[in-house]
């Protein structure tokens, strides 16, 4: 899950990680009276789940979605640009995302550029943090180009973040005296800030030393750890939807493991693993599957019936392909699933089906005693030669 940049703030006041002053506003006029409350050196900026804000356009022409501002006046002529309208980024795609908020904040004169992450490393098993002089800067090429740049700083996970790391990383970034303690502070509460709130990434690009010689985190890009947000009502409450894909909306309502892709070929299966070998060989046999689509092992009928929908809600799939094997899953819910989303839904289109496990005579019995026009397969392969050949016709 991804936060706004005016929630990373407020976890950052909470936090008590340095940061300047900033607050959300959803019209122009809440904008021009958050610049009143915040006073002189104004910046405006367009609350998106996106990079590549300040260089990106609006599909009204208006360009750029992060704006230098001389007066709340300035501001609120800014915010009446950007509110409702549509940015488009790098990152967003031709369709772009529509801005509901903006960010009105302290702007900082900047003296140097820093970069500062934690992340949780696989390879490892524990949090590691990533400094770099280079900041402002996209990190995967900094690591490409210039990787004595970046320096990597295991946590043990009992122990924690020591004082001495604090040390290490401000001296590896080039800060002394009253900026070293100033950082090594604003270190030990942005990984507080990590542990407590289950991140898997907390990334700060840049971190800026000012002209004033001020240690600040000017912007955050936060990720959190979904399998603990039933602990943490607070940020489960910063979701936006909005910003979402409606059809991954609609599959996490029914603990369903969706992401959208750009192909013609839908995809229903049980387990992560199965899901990619499904994907891949669809793609062996000259298709391209239209999502990622996970039931769980042990999805009930009105789950299988809510990923049929989701499936057929589609309007780029051209054909289905539904690929169980069955350990704890049984195949006759699929079966029954899938019958009960084509009765409400209807279905017009090639639909071949391969079940293979737990219970898959009774499932096979009921899928063909449902009158479906479909496609029995023997194996996977030949599921997915089916399907691209059915799309094709």
Excluded at 109 to 119: D, G, K
Excluded at 167 to 178: E, H, I, P, W
Aim: glycine content about 10%; some cysteine.
């Amino acid at each position: 899950m991804n936060i706004h940049e005016y929630q990373a703030k407020q976890l950052f006041d909470e936090f008590q990680v340095a940061s300047p002053k900033g607050k959300v506003a959803e019209t122009a006029e809440q904008a021009r009276q958050a610049a009143l409350e915040i006073g002189q050196n104004l910046v405006i900026k367009a609350q998106i789940h996106a990079g590549g804000r300040g260089k990106g356009t609006f599909k009204s022409g208006f360009q750029g979605g992060v704006h230098l501002c001389s007066s709340p006046e300035d501001v609120e002529a800014k915010a009446r640009q950007m509110l409702g309208q549509v940015l488009v980024t790098h990152q967003t795609g031709p369709e772009g995302k529509l801005v509901s908020k903006v960010m009105v904040a302290e702007s900082v004169e900047i003296a140097r550029e820093l970069y500062f992450a934690i992340v949780m490393d696989r390879a490892t098993e524990r949090p590691v943090i990533m400094a770099s002089t280079a900041g402002g800067m996209d990190i995967e090429e900094v690591a490409h180009h210039t990787p004595e740049k970046i320096l990597r700083e295991p946590v043990h996970p009992l122990l924690g973040f020591q004082p001495y790391q604090g040390r290490k990383l401000a001296a590896f970034l080039g800060l002394t005296g009253s900026q070293a303690a100033a950082a090594a502070k604003l270190f030990t509460n942005l990984y507080n800030l990590f542990i407590a709130k289950d991140c898997s990434l907390v990334e700060v690009n840049p971190l800026v030393v000012t002209t004033g010689g001020d240690v600040l985190a000017l912007d955050a890009k936060f990720n959190f750890d979904d399998n603990a947000l039933y602990r943490q009502k607070q940020v489960a409450a910063m979701r936006d939807v909005t910003e979402e894909d409606p059809r991954e909306v609609a599959a996490s309502e029914y603990s369903l493991n969706y992401i959208g892709l750009d192909g013609n070929i839908a995809c229903l299966v049980n387990g992560a693993g199965l899901a990619m070998a499904t994907m891949d060989i669809i793609k062996f046999y000259g298709g391209e599957p239209a999502n990622f689509l996970d039931v769980g092992g042990g999805a009930s009928k009105e789950q299988v019936t809510a990923a049929f929908k989701i499936i057929l809600g589609d309007p780029n799939v051209k054909g289905i392909l539904i690929n169980i094997f069955g350990g704890i899953m049984d195949c006759n819910v699929i079966a029954e699933g899938v019958i009960a989303a084509v009765k409400e839904v209807g279905l017009s289109l090639p639909l071949v089906v391969r079940l293979e496990g737990n219970n898959v005579a009774m499932g096979k019995q009921t899928l063909a005693a449902s009158g479906l026009n479909l496609v029995s397969a023997d194996n996977l392969a030949d599921a997915a030669s089916k399907i691209v050949k059915a799309i094709a016709a």
